[in-house]
């Protein structure tokens, strides 16, 4: 009996897995229009019945993927490795660091990439649970680590703007190769903005 019900367990577990990665294989190729239930089922290969038995539908499903399918980086991958090391470092320190490291942790997820564009061309209920999800994991990360300084500027203001830079720029390098004169598919240009965003944060911070 237990071993029949490990099995389950198994299954259960095995199948839910291709049920997420089908949400985002269907999200990168078709992106919103091409998810519903049938197509969601077709594309892992199971009965349609399991996406509400195990996620309750396809919204369950959804937010499942956001939080378990590697959609968006954990606060552990933003801070390098080691949170408490993060944590101890000077303010521009941590500036710079979560720059590159938000570039380099966008850019090895062409899913997400490809997701964060057809949001912009097709918002609905399910791109609105994508973006409350993405958006719980950077508020939670900003207070972490960037409400314990006392400065005379709107710092979280400034981190998203380097935020949405830095996405917009990665998504586009999907699409074009140059930007401004600036190689985006390129390490030499990538490792030009970093220094810039690293200039600026310096800038920023000595005039406090």
Not at 55 to 75: M, Q, R, V, Y
């Amino acid at each position: 009996m237990e071993k029949k019900q490990q099995l389950k367990i198994r299954d259960k577990k095995i199948t839910s897995r291709r049920l997420i990665n089908a949400v985002g294989s269907l999200l990168a190729k078709k992106g919103f229009v091409g998810v519903g239930v049938n197509a969601v089922a077709r594309e892992a290969g199971v009965d349609k019945v399991l996406i509400y038995r195990y996620f309750g539908g396809l919204e369950g499903l959804i937010t499942a993927f956001a939080k378990e399918g590697d959609f968006w980086p954990s606060a552990l991958e933003l801070a390098g490795g080691d949170l408490q090391k993060f944590s101890q470092m000077p303010l521009d320190e941590r500036l710079s660091c979560f720059g590159s490291n938000f570039f380099q942790a966008l850019k090895k997820r062409p899913v997400t990439q490809a997701i964060m564009a057809w949001e912009m061309i097709e918002p609905n209920g399910l791109t609105e649970e994508l973006e409350r999800i993405r958006e719980e994991g950077i508020m939670e990360f900003f207070k972490m680590f960037f409400t314990r300084e006392e400065i005379n500027f709107d710092l979280q203001a400034v981190i998203m703007l380097f935020g949405a830079g830095i996405s917009y720029l990665v998504i586009r390098s999907n699409h074009i190769d140059v930007f401004g004169g600036l190689e985006l598919n390129s390490d030499e240009g990538w490792k030009r903005m970093e220094k810039a965003f690293e200039n600026i944060t310096h800038g920023i911070l000595n005039n406090r």
